[in-house]
């Protein structure tokens, strides 16, 4: 699976990060609600993301960083290699909203990072639909 059109135009320049968000990466068996994380498909997904930035014809390197998986819920940041060292206070977080906060089939996993001197916050949520608050 080549994702690199997705992620970014050959004849544009390349970004410093990357981060990515995923839903819906497993199928919802109580099992993997259960578990909170698919080592095997977060693995999988790494490698496709990682496999697409790869490609780009700038011959820009880039490393991941971090990331957060909640059932099928994945973040995940890659940055240039040569800017990882401008990286400072890396964190990542997952809130559980799923029967009544102690299952993970609805959520939110979150990174922040500082760049230099200023602070990124990035959440990839995944609510219940037709709620009405």
């Known amino acids: ?76 940041m890659f940055i240039r290699d040569d800017l990882k060292r401008h990286l400072r206070n890396i964190r990542k977080f997952k809130v559980k909203t799923g029967f009544s906060g102690i299952a993970g089939n609805k959520g939110a996993v979150a990174l922040r990072f500082n760049f230099d001197f200023t602070s990124f916050v990035f959440i990839n949520s995944h609510m219940e639909s037709g709620q009405s608050q």
Request: aromatic residues 6%; neutral net charge; glycine residues 4%.
């Open 1 to 76: 699976m080549d994702v690199s059109d997705v992620l970014y135009s050959p004849k544009a320049p390349m970004s410093d990060i990357f981060v990515i968000g995923l839903q819906e990466m497993v199928a919802l068996k109580w099992d993997q609600v259960i578990k909170e994380k698919n080592r095997v498909r977060t693995a999988e997904w790494q490698e496709v993301l990682q496999a697409a930035l790869d490609k780009n014809s700038q011959g820009t390197r880039y490393i991941p960083i971090i990331q957060k998986v909640l059932v099928g819920c994945n973040i995940i």
